[in-house]
């Protein structure tokens, strides 16, 4: 694990030298990481993912992020370049909720702020929101999606530790989403056309009935989430915390 | 005893070595930004950086025009950069959040730590057009509209909020704008001797035209005195090197840095470095690069070759 993480590091270490890079047109293997058109196949990503067989046999009710962005560099940022790092819960319909920081996206090179999404009406619609502060400190890097009730009424929350505390920034109304989440998501997107330099460890838990306790992304019958990602994105176990879930992230473009 | 001195004698000398190389590496990073071709401030929007972050929540405010213009450039991001029937409205965040979402999903909820951010000054700008979003979680697919909302800060124009679908925000609050004008013809060229018009209804285009070092590994060195050719997207290389082709929007010429300042309407664009006199067949072209240039934004391009 130590030789992996010195490796990564050692990827990583251009990072610093972003700005003496060329603001090339497009990145990754065959320039194909890019910001527009918008879409998965030209987003880059490097993220976690775990799917629960859903309700009413496996199924969950919230999810917390503890987002450790190390190094955050989007030489883009002037036209709308970003990179986020977040948590993403998806319900057995097509909308999602997500929450997380962004940098870049016409601000600045490498300020993280936290923001949220949300879609509905079948993925019809998507909705957004940009904080204009960036957090004060590591804690407030706490994300919380979470249904209390049960009955999908559910809520964001910023800078707290899970079970509500913190800042509640959005609720759903009532009927909008299901109760129950089916799947789970965290860790890197990139939409950006000149290579963005990022990486950053997570740590996350998923919130299941009926004590809404926190476990690791691993399901009741032994299926733990898997790491998915872009061509030549980094992606690991954290090592600071091994649990299914927590990763380790990077845009550095490893060869493979 | 003397081996593990040995050993940590190494590490000290390892992390000296670190700390030097990442010293060289600032400074390198500081000489290549003071480099970087300056535009005129007062040409854009205030561009929002880490010193002036909490400048969101107080200063002097934006027009109605240079927030429509903001929005026109996130338009363009989406995919759109003629957005049509555009309206807006001005109020605090939680009044622009509130009619952009209508409630609908959900709603934003103020607290103590949001509470300055709900009270800060924006605009509130409605578009129609063909709009694609551009968050998009792994396994979806992005979400598109014929309706999009921007919450714009008043302050630095940076974006609150979003919306995309197909049904348009409703209030009393919103009242019909256009977009300001801009001339018809070609870009403004930097120095070029056409007015200064409506700049802030144009992008820059900031590059650098290089070529590789010698030996391997070595800075990249400029071009100077190379020509610029800026085509309509999709134009083939060989047609961009003619540079009296029609489908040429604008052309510069680099300066001793190998650098170039460009005015661009918002779209996107083909940029090549051709080289001076590079109207034969014969003359040597750099490989064309995709640009998007966004109103009232600072676009970089490095043109290799």
Known sequence: MQKRVLLLATLCLPSLFAPSVAHAKFWGPGNTCFREP????????????????????????????????????????????????????????????????????????????????????NHQEMYESLSPAAPKNAYDNHFEIYDPSHTGYWGIWWGGNGNETGSQ???SGGGEYPDWFKDLQNGMEAGAN??????????????????????????????PSKVSKSPHQCVYRNPESNHYGNIEFSTCLIEE | MMLRLKIRDRRAAAAVLVLAVLSVGFALTSTFASATPAVDPGELPAEGNAETETSAFTGPTMSSASAVQVAIGIATGAGDANPTGMSQMAGTFAETQAVMSQGKGGSMRESAETAAWFKSATYLTVMHGHFTGQLVAP???????????????????????????DTAPSSTSLSAVTAPAVADGPALEAGG????????????????????????GAPRLP???????????????????????????????????????????????????????????????????????AAGRRTAIEIGC
């Not at chain 1, 917390?64 to 790092?85: I, R």
Request: glycine share 12%.
């Open chain 1, 38 to 121: 918008a879409d998965e196949q030209h987003h880059c990503y490097a993220t976690e993912e775990w799917i629960l067989a859903g309700y009413p046999t496996e199924y969950g009710d919230g999810a917390v992020l503890f987002d450790d962005t190390k190094t955050a560099e989007v030489p883009g940022w002037s036209s709308g370049d970003f990179v986020t790092n977040e948590l993403w819960l998806l319900f057995n319909t097509e909308n999602y909720l997500e929450t997380g920081v962004m940098v870049g996206h016409g601000r600045n090179c490498c300020t993280l702020y936290p923001f949220y999404a949300y879609t509905r009406n």
């Open chain 1, 169 to 171: 920034v959005w609720a």
């Open chain 1, 194 to 223: 000149s290579q963005p330099y990022s990486w950053g460890r997570t740590e996350v838990a998923s919130v299941e009935p009926p004590s809404d306790g926190w476990t690791e992304w691993l399901s009741g019958y032994g299926v």
């Open chain 2, 139 to 165: 396994g979806t697919n992005a979400v598109e509209g014929t309706v999009l909302a921007v919450i714009t800060d008043a302050h630095n124009g940076w974006i609150e909020g979003e919306s995309i679908g």
């Open chain 2, 193 to 216: 001797g056409r007015a200064r018009i409506a700049a802030s209804a144009v992008g820059v285009l900031a590059g650098r035209l290089t070529r590789a070092g010698w030996p391997v």
């Open chain 2, 223 to 293: 071009l100077p005195d190379w020509q610029v050719v800026v085509g309509k997207d999709g134009l083939p290389q060989h047609i961009i090197a003619g540079l009296h082709s029609p489908n040429v929007v604008a052309t510069a010429r680099s300066d001793g840095n190998g650098a170039f300042i460009l005015h661009l309407r918002p779209g996107r664009y083909l940029v090549a470095g051709v080289e001076t006199g590079g109207a034969s067949a014969h003359a040597k072209v750099c490989a064309p690069k995709h640009v998007t240039i």
